[in-house]
């Protein structure tokens, strides 16, 4: 039998099918006494614990912008880096303000956009 390359394994495995792959997973599994599951490292274990505890993926969390500071071309360049939106839209929202600027999204990541528009000059909210 030919050895196959790593270039024809890939290959034939972006051809497979989802329970192709699992069965495939599952057969490696059982011939080779392993798991397809990573290892924990011991030392990480009470951070493991505050992490099941914490809520997982997107929450309905809220990022309001409450007020704009002095800098509004600042605040204006860090909503539209945010969200996404061309020029003129960032400015309506923030013309608009109070309003969401982002809804439905993780804590972290309220967080990190909460310090970009503080430091913008931005009063932020997150809810």
Do not use: R, Y
């Not at 192709?20 to 290892?39: H, I, Y």
């Not at 071309?73 to 923030?94: H, R, S």
Request: aromatic letters at 2%.
């Amino acid at each position: 039998m030919a050895k196959l390359t790593i270039a024809e394994i890939i290959a034939s495995l972006k051809e497979m099918t989802l329970l192709e792959l699992n069965d495939l997973v599952k057969a490696v599994e059982t011939e080779f006494g392993v798991t397809a599951a990573a290892p924990v490292a011991a030392a990480a274990g009470p951070a493991v614990e505050e992490e099941e505890s914490a809520p997982k993926g997107p929450v309905d969390v809220s990022l309001f912008l409450k007020a704009v500071g002095s800098s509004k071309v600042a605040v204006i360049k860090a909503v539209q880096a945010i969200t996404g939106l061309g020029l003129m839209d960032a400015k309506k929202l923030v013309d608009g303000a109070p309003v969401a600027i982002k809804e439905k999204i993780s804590p972290v990541e309220a967080e990190e956009h909460k310090k970009a528009l503080v430091t913008a000059g931005a009063e932020v909210e997150i809810k």
